[in-house]
Every structure is written in structure tokens, then in C-alpha cells.
């Protein structure tokens, strides 16, 4: 064989056994050679500080097989034996069912350095139990990727990885809970760096990120998601131009301008700016990025419209845009984006209709356009989709809209479709039978429409892999027979609200084993509820039944998984249920339980329930004292144990629930003071204890101590003394009744100082809503307060945020009306009737232009109706009887259309009385001499009158006590007019 022959069969036997060697490494291929006793032995010791619950680790074992090379997640080399790569990342993703038990738990041992020829080291998604990344592992000198990312380390990442100069994949993202760096000079040797992902670390504190990657010529990935970034320096020129995947999403950039570095990297196909805060237009710079495949710049304030440009990006496959402030309507340009897999532009303000141009995206996936005010029949969409777009889409999301019209044969079509979401339009008629036929179907939200007719089996033929169905809030009948066996026997979710069900509680959700949130409410069941439910939906994690005619009894629940449950305004009786330590939000309101509530607090709490935030027990017949237990319940945000027939004094433990922000005690019969332990709930917004027999003075402290409170509701109770002045430290309050108690003394004329009154603060109306973001399952629930406003009482719910309401009625306060009242121009309902306040009506009560109500009426309010009070065009209701107001009443389209009766008990004139107004008339010039005439004889008259009247007057006051007093009471009054005209 010549020479050159034998060269080239050896250059080709020598890569056959390269190649042989790599597919041996790369595919775990069986080994010619054992592994070296000394990295077994360092493999054993590494397994020794591992906890192993799910027994990955089982054949790390001398005995079974001393060869190192077979064990689980154990890589060698095919022909020297020694450990090449440990593939010991979890195998499940977090969240899945099997995620927690497979986890390997403990430290990493030092027994790693003796691994020298280690490569490969992935540890993902186990759990480190807070220690610290091992500074030796930058000893491991061959390493050339890492990852430990979501494995629980914490404190500083070690520079000394920095000397891992071969390194080329660099993953610690999501290092919960705290891991961190102060700089990046570290990573500036890591020449070879092609992926690097530091997604969930603290970086705040790093001012060199950029400068430091930007030197990585290698660098390919770069993510650096949610890690409190600051600052965003601007570069001249990208050095690393090879970058394909740029992830800067949800960080806290103190420049609000795009970053135009981004524009350079010429062969970027992923990038994510999502979440930063960035305003202005969409830079024009972004039409440079045409190899991008990825484009994320969701969560911004761009205030754009969606630019023409984006027809070159040819290659682009997703397309989020997802409340960025878009305006305007939907570009047709976007149906040039052909490659295009998922396109979302939720919560914008584009409106209008989806264009036709859609219909050439043939590759469509995803589409979501939910929240953005489309106006278009639902037919219409469908037909845009009707041909290619048919045969591929899974997902479309368009929630939110005013989507209108009927739901047609054309979604017959969508056949291999998943998820359809069109929940919160105008969609009315018919839900088709055919939905039955799209056996794909996971998720169906067409809940919150205008949907009518029946739901019958044939909707449910062939759904086998629904996992969520959600038809509330419309007007549907749902007839199945009693026997039915429902297809979707992996549904998680059932959302039926407001359907009708028949009288019956239905049968047929017992073989729903999965079914993890159920809504069954104001479906008019007239029925107890069957304690197999119970016992086969132990997995129900929310159940709403509310608004039935469910009766009967509630078993112990304390075996349920159960965190959301609502069962309010049903004929449920008998003692409260036992609950789960699970539970979040327990509505019971509006049934007929009854007794005590000791058990229910208190019995059998070996354990606080850390996890309960909403109590809602109102309107029942539940009695007695409230049990000293409440330290049990130490994070609840909302308690309602109002119209109930509880008794006694409060007990000093609910000083306690210092998460505390909604307190409603209404119209129980709880007496004494309320306890000093209530001023340590400090995060109150809302306290109600109207309607019992609390006596006492007003605490000092609720001013110095409550003040975030919104409304305070202290009506129809036994307080007595003034008014403290210290309630006008409480600057958000909203609401303020303390009518109907035996309260002395002025109104504090630091009342201006109540702001929230004096202007509508968008803090102290979003304040007045946090029971909607803490709602645990039970839906938006709202504050709710009932205001005498307008004559009557009304109440308020969902608007509460905007009322502003002072009724301080049925009192013994007195003094006159201080002027300071009059700068709280933003409030919409006054109530100071039935009291004994003096003087005059504050001329400028006209400033006061958002007033909507007042009420002056039994008082001793004296002088004119000021002229300003008719600027008051908000003004529809206005009761003035009952006082000492004199003169006319002003002139105002309002003032004259109050009735009569708003005037009667002064010495008022004008309409709408029929007491006419008359001037003096002028004397005539005819009648002087006459007048001259006579008047020496007046002189003489008044000397007699003086006499006769004296004594008529003065000598019944010497013979008779009771005409001395009653002559006393007349003077008095008679001051009291007096000086109302000064």
C-alpha cells in the first residue's frame, strides 16, 4: 500500500473512532473501560450530603455496581474512564406533580475536586437549602458548563468561577432566594462565555454589566431577566455582535429611553425589552433587527401606533406587544408577517376591526387581542380565519372586547384549535351543538355574554381533553339527564354561574375527580347538598355555591383541600362548619347558621391559620360573646360579623389582627369602650361597629394610631363627650358617620385637614379596592357601606371609592358651623340635622361645589340663606327646617325646586313658599304735615306707655317666680336673634 494511501486510511480510522468516542460520551453507550476508584470514591462522597427522597441516587452504590460509569446521570470517557459530565438536574419542571419529591436536597461536597476531568455539571432544580455556590467549584479547572439554576443558593456568586477560563454555558438564574453580585469584572476572562444566564439575580448594585459582557466576543445568550437592574449606559458600538438572545425583561432601568446599543446587533433573533418602563414612540432603530425571530416590548409605555415597518421582518415568529399603549387601529401590514407563530396585542387601546389581511398568516399559532375595545361581529373573525389559518391555530384569545353576533358553523373548522377564549363580549344566541365536535378543545372561556339557549350532552361528545369550561354569568339551561357520565374527566375548572340547573344538586359532577375550582352560583338548586360531594371533591381547591336556595347542613371540612369557599346567601343552618387550615376566604353571609362561634375559632387550634384572610359571617343568627382567640387568626385582611346577635364586650385578642383592614361589627349588641388593643391594628382602611351599644368617649388614639382609615362608621351607638380633635390627624378618610350618639361640644375646626375630602386622591381610591386583589376565589369583592345620603339610606358598593360622606346628625353638638368646613370641597354628602349648632350658615358654603346633599335641618341656625348656596349645582337634595333662618330665599334653579316642606320652621319668604316677599313701601309727600303734625302728641303717649308699660311689666316680676322665668327664657331668645344680625 503507498504511503499516502496509509495516511489517508489512518486519518479516516482516527475520525471514525472520534466520531465513535463522541456518540459513546454524547448517547451514555456502554464503556470499555471501569471508572477510576478514586472518582467513585468522590461520587460517594458527594451522594453523602444529598438527601434523596425519590431515589435517583440508588445505583451510586459499591455494592451493587462498583463501576461509576452505569450510575444515573454519571457520564464517563469511553476510553480513559474518568468522569466526564453529571447530569443531575431534576427531571421534572417546577410545578409538576412529581417536582418536590425527586428534588436532591443538602450541600455540594468538595469531593468535586477530585473529579479532574469534569466537564459537565448540572444540578438544576434541586434544593441547596440556602447555602452559599461553592467557591472551589472554580478549582474544577476543565468545567466547561454549569447549571444550577432554581436550586435554592443564596449570598454572593463566587468570583472565583472566574477562573474557569473554558467555561462556555454559564446558567445560575432563579437562584432563590437571594443570590447576588456587586460587580461583573469577574466574568470579563471568559473568552469562550457563549451562554450566560443570571435571570433572578440581584444586580442592583452592578453599574458594569454592559461594559463587561460587551467584551465577551463569543457571548450568544445573554439573559438578565428580573435582576433589578438600574442602570442602562449607553455604548458607541456592540462588540459582541454574535449575540442572538438578548433577555433584559422586568427590570427597573432609571432611563426611560430605549436602548440604542440593541440597534447594532445585526444578528440578534431573540430579544425581550418587556416590562421596563421604557416611553416614547417604538424606536425606528428596531427595523435594523430583520433576523429577529422574537419580539417582546411588552409592558412599556410606547404610546405608539403599531409601526409599518414591521412587514421586513420576515423571519419573525413571535410578536408580543402586550400593553404598550398602542393606539389606533390594527395595521394591515401585520398580514405580511408570514412566518408569524403567535402574535399578542392584549390590552391595548387599538379597537376597530381585525384586518383581512390576517387571513395569509398560515402559520398563526396563537392569537391574542383580549382587553383592546375590537368592535366587530364574532362572524366576521371567524371568516378572516376560515381558510389556512384554520388548519393551525390553537389559541385565540380575543377577551375582553365588544365582540358581538352569533357563534356559527365556521367554527366547525378549527380543528386541531385548544384554547378559545371570548369571555366579556356582546356575544348573544346559541352556544352550537358542533362545539362538541372539537375534540382538541382544552380550555372554552364564554363566560360574561349575552348567551341564551341550552346546553344539552351533544356539546360535550367528544371533549375528552377539556381542562377548563367557563360559561357564567349568561343565560344558559343546562339539561342532562341525571344519569349523564360528563366526557371530560380531567376538567380542573367548571365555571356554570347563573345557569339553571333544575331544582336538584347535580349528580353527575361525582365523576369529575380532577375538578380543582367549581361555580354552581345563582343556578337555582333547591336542594341539600349530598355528603358525597364531599367525600369525593376533597381535591376542590375554590367552590362557589352562593346565590342558590341550598339548604341544610354543612359537614366538618377540615379533610378538604379547600382555599376559596363561597356559599353566601343560601338557607344553609346549624353551627358553623370546622374549616381547613387551607382555607383563604370563607363567605358564609346571608344564611341561617346559628350559635356560638367558640368551636369555630377555637376548638382544636393546636395551629394558627396563618393562611385565612377573609371572614365574611354576616346576616345569620350566630350569638353569644366572641371567644379571646383571635391571635389564631393573626393575617386576616377583611372580617364581617355584622347583622348577627352577638353580645358582650370585644375581646382584647382582636388587638391581635394587626393585618386587619376591613372591621364591620354592625348592628349586634356589643357594649363598653372599645378596647386600647384595637389601636395596634395600624393597616385599617375601613372600621363599621355602627348600630351596637359602645360606649364611652371617642378613643384619641383612632386618629394617632388608625391613620390609613378610610371610613370610620360609629353611627347609632352610646358615645358621649366632643368630638376628638385628633380625628383630623386621619388625612385619607373618606367616610366619616358618627350621627346618633350623645357627642357634646364644637365641630373641631381642624376639620380641613380631613384631605381626602378636600380632593379626589387616586391613592385613597385604590386603597378602598384591595379586597379585589385579595379576593382568594370569591370574585372582585368590594367595600360596602350603608350612607344616609339624600334623605335615605343607601348603599354603596362598588363605587364606594369615589363617595366622600361627614353625617355627624342626632348629637347634642353645638357652636356654630366653623368656616374651616367649607374646604372640603370635594364632599358630596353633609348631615349635621338635629343638633344645637348656632349662628350663621358659612357665606362661602358655595365653594363647596361637589355637595350633592345637605342636611341643616333642627337646629338654631339663624340669618339669611347665603346667595352662595345656589351655586351648588350639584345640589339634589337641601333640608334648612327647623332653625331661625330669616329673609328670602335665594334665587337658583335648584333652590326653588325643593319642596315646601325643605324651609317650614323659619321665618323664610320666596318661593318655592307661598310667603311672599314685600319691601317697605316709601311714604307719600301728602302725609309729612300730617305726620309733623302728630308728633308732640307721640312724645306725650310714649311718657304715658312708659309708665303704664313699666309697671304692667315690672310688678308681676316682683309678685311671681314664673313670670320671672318666663321673662328670663325671652330674653335669651331674643339675644340669640340679635346676634345673628352681627
Not at 378572516?384 to 389559541?395: A, P, Y
Not at 371533591?537 to 371540612?557: A, E, F, M, T, V
Not at 350658615?841 to 350633592?852: F, W
Not at 308732640?936 to 308699660?949: D, I, K
Amino acid at each position: 500500500m503507498k504511503p499516502t494511501m496509509k495516511l489517508v486510511v489512518a486519518i479516516l480510522f482516527l475520525a471514525l473512532a472520534t466520531t465513535n468516542i463522541k456518540i459513546s460520551f454524547c448517547n451514555g453507550s456502554t464503556y470499555n473501560v471501569g471508572c477510576i476508584d478514586s472518582e467513585r470514591q468522590a461520587l460517594l462522597r458527594f451522594k453523602q450530603d444529598l438527601k434523596d427522597p425519590s431515589n435517583r441516587l440508588a445505583s451510586w452504590s459499591n455494592i451493587s455496581d462498583g463501576n461509576c460509569c452505569t450510575w444515573a446521570g454519571v457520564v464517563c470517557n469511553n476510553s480513559t474512564g474518568h468522569v466526564m459530565g453529571l447530569h443531575l438536574g431534576n427531571p421534572w419542571f417546577y410545578g409538576e406533580e412529581g417536582y418536590e419529591k425527586s428534588r436532591l436536597i443538602g450541600k455540594i461536597n468538595p469531593s468535586l475536586l477530585d473529579l479532574k476531568h469534569l466537564v459537565y455539571l448540572n444540578l438544576s432544580n434541586n434544593d441547596f437549602e440556602g447555602t452559599r455556590i461553592p467557591g472551589f467549584l472554580g478549582s474544577v479547572e476543565n468545567l466547561r458548563y454549569i447549571d444550577l439554576s432554581k436550586s435554592g443558593f443564596i449570598g454572593m456568586i463566587p468570583h472565583q468561577l472566574g477562573n474557569l477560563s473554558n467555561l462556555q454555558y454559564l446558567d445560575l438564574s432563579y437562584g432563590l432566594p437571594s443570590l447576588y453580585l456587586e460587580n461583573f469584572s469577574w466574568l470579563s476572562g471568559f473568552s469562550l462565555l457563549k451562554h450566560l444566564d443570571l435571570s433572578g439575580v440581584d444586580l442592583s448594585r452592578v453599574s458594569d454589566w454592559l461594559s463587561v459582557t460587551n467584551m465577551l466576543p463569543a457571548l450568544q445568550v445573554l439573559k438578565l431577566s428580573y435582576c433589578s437592574l438600574r442602570h442602562s449606559p449607553q455604548l458607541h458600538t456592540a462588540n459582541f455582535s454574535s449575540l442572538a438572545t438578548l433577555d433584559l425583561s422586568f427590570n427597573e432601568f432609571d432611563s426611560l429611553l430605549f436602548p440604542s446599543w440593541v440597534f447594532g446587533l445585526s444578528h440578534l433573533a431573540f430579544l425581550d425589552v418587556s416590562a421596563n418602563n421604557f416611553q416614547g414612540p417604538i424606536p425606528d432603530g428596531l427595523q435594523n433587527l430583520t433576523s429577529l425571530s422574537h419580539l417582546d416590548l411588552s409592558f412599556n409605555n410606547f404610546n405608539s401606533s403599531i409601526l409599518n415597518y414591521l412587514y421586513k421582518f420576515r423571519r419573525l415568529e413571535h410578536l408580543l406587544l402586550v400593553d404598550i399603549g398602542l393606539h389606533d387601529m390594527i395595521s394591515s401590514a401585520l398580514g405580511n408577517l408570514t412566518s408569524l407563530r403567535e402574535l399578542d396585542l392584549s390590552f391595548n387601546r387599538i379597537g376597530g376591526r381585525i384586518p383581512r389581511t390576517f387571513s395569509k398568516l398560515c402559520s398563526l399559532r396563537s392569537l391574542s387581542i383580549s382587553n383592546a375595545d375590537l368592535s366587530q361581529e364574532i362572524s366576521e373573525v371567524l371568516d378572516i380565519f376560515k381558510g389556512c389559518v384554520s388548519d393551525v391555530i390553537e389559541n385565540i384569545n380575543l377577551r375582553g372586547n365588544q365582540l358581538s353576533g352569533h357563534l356559527n358553523n365556521q367554527l366547525r373548522q378549527f380543528k386541531i384549535l385548544q384554547n378559545l377564549l371570548l369571555d366579556s363580549n356582546l356575544i348573544s344566541g346559541h352556544i352550537p351543538t358542533f362545539l362538541g365536535e372539537l375534540s382538541s378543545l382544552q380550555c372554552v372561556f364564554l363566560s360574561n355574554n349575552r348567551l341564551n339557549g341550552t346546553l344539552s350532552e351533544i356539546h360535550f361528545t367528544n371533549l375528552t381533553n377539556l381542562l377548563i369550561f367557563l360559561v357564567s354569568g349568561n343565560s344558559l339551561i343546562l339539561e342532562v339527564s341525571p344519569f349523564w357520565v360528563p366526557p371530560f374527566k380531567l376538567i380542573q375548572i367548571l365555571g356554570l354561574g347563573s345557569c339553571n340547573f333544575g331544582r336538584q344538586f347535580p349528580s353527575w359532577l361525582d365523576s369529575l375527580k380532577q375538578l380543582e375550582l367549581l361555580d354552581m352560583s345563582n343556578s337555582e338548586i333547591l336542594d341539600t347538598i349530598p355528603r358525597i360531594f364531599w367525600e369525593s371533591h376533597r381535591q376542590l381547591i375554590d367552590l362557589n355555591l352562593s346565590r342558590n336556595q341550598i339548604y341544610g347542613k354543612i359537614p366538618d371540612l377540615k379533610a378538604t383541600q379547600l382555599e376559596s369557599l363561597d356559599l353566601h346567601s343560601n338557607y344553609l343552618s346549624g353551627a358553623l362548619p370546622s374549616i381547613p387550615l387551607s382555607i383563604h376566604a370563607l363567605d358564609l353571609s346571608n344564611n341561617t347558621f346559628n350559635g356560638s362561634i367558640f368551636q369555630f375559632l377555637c376548638y382544636g387550634r393546636n395551629e394558627p391559620n396563618y393562611l385565612m384572610r377573609i371572614l365574611n359571617l354576616r346576616d345569620n343568627f350566630l350569638s353569644g360573646e366572641l371567644p379571646d382567640c383571635w391571635m389564631n387568626w393573626q393575617n386576616l385582611l377583611a372580617l364581617n360579623l355584622g347583622y348577627n346577635e352577638f353580645t358582650g364586650s370585644l375581646p382584647a385578642s382582636m388587638g391581635t389582627l394587626t393585618s386587619l383592614r376591613s372591621l364591620h361589627l354592625i348592628h349586634n349588641k356589643f357594649f363598653g369602650p372599645i378596647p386600647a388593643s384595637l389601636q395596634n391594628c395600624t393597616n385599617l382602611l375601613a372600621a363599621d361597629i355602627s348600630g351596637n351599644e359602645f360606649s364611652g368617649n371617642i378613643p384619641t388614639w383612632m386618629g394617632d394610631r388608625l391613620s390609613r382609615l378610610v371610613i370610620l362608621n360609629l353611627k347609632s351607638n352610646k358615645f358621649h363627650g366632643h368630638i376628638p380633635a385628633k380625628l383630623c390627624h386621619l388625612s385619607s378618610l373618606q367616610i366619616l358617620d358618627v350621627s346618633n350618639n350623645n357627642l357634646s361640644g364644637p365641630i373641631p375646626r381642624c376639620i380641613n385637614n380631613l384631605t381626602a375630602m378636600l380632593n379626589l386622591s387616586k391613592a385613597t381610591e385604590s386603597s378602598i379596592q384591595y379586597l379585589s386583589e385579595a379576593s382568594f376565589g370569591l370574585g372582585p369583592v368590594f367595600e360596602n357601606e350603608i350612607i344616609v345620603t339624600k334623605g335615605k339610606a343607601m348603599e354603596y358598593s362598588t363605587i364606594l371609592k369615589l363617595v366622600r360622606s361627614m353625617d355627624l346628625s342626632g348629637n347634642n353638638l353645638s357652636g356654630d358651623i366653623p368656616v374651616e368646613m367649607t374646604d372640603l370641597v370635594a364632599l358630596q354628602s353633609l348631615n349635621l340635622s338635629h343638633n344645637f349648632f348656632t349662628g350663621r350658615i358659612p357665606e362661602n358654603i358655595g365653594a363647596m361645589r361637589s355637595l350633592e346633599s345637605v342636611d341643616f335641618s333642627g337646629n338654631q341656625l339663624c340669618g339669611r340663606i347665603p346667595e352662595g348656596i345656589s351655586s351648588l349645582t350639584y345640589l339634589s337634595h337641601l333640608n334648612l327646617s327647623s332653625n331661625n333662618l330669616t329673609g328670602k330665599i335665594p334665587s337658583g334653579t335648584q333652590l326653588q325646586s325643593f319642596d315646601a316642606s325643605c324651609y317650614i320652621g323659619n321665618d323664610l319668604c320666596g318661593s318655592p313658599l307661598t310667603v311672599n316677599c314685600t319691601e317697605d313701601a316709601p311714604i307719600p309727600e301728602d302725609e309729612e304735615d300730617e305726620e309733623n303734625g302728630e308728633v308732640e302728641w307721640l312724645y306725650v303717649s310714649m311718657g304715658v306707655g312708659f309708665v303704664v308699660g313699666f309697671w304692667s311689666v315690672i310688678g308681676p316680676l316682683f309678685l311671681s317666680a314664673r313670670w320671672r322665668y318666663k321673662y328670663c327664657y325671652f330674653l335669651d331668645r331674643i339675644i340669640q336673634k340679635f346676634g345673628c344680625l352681627y
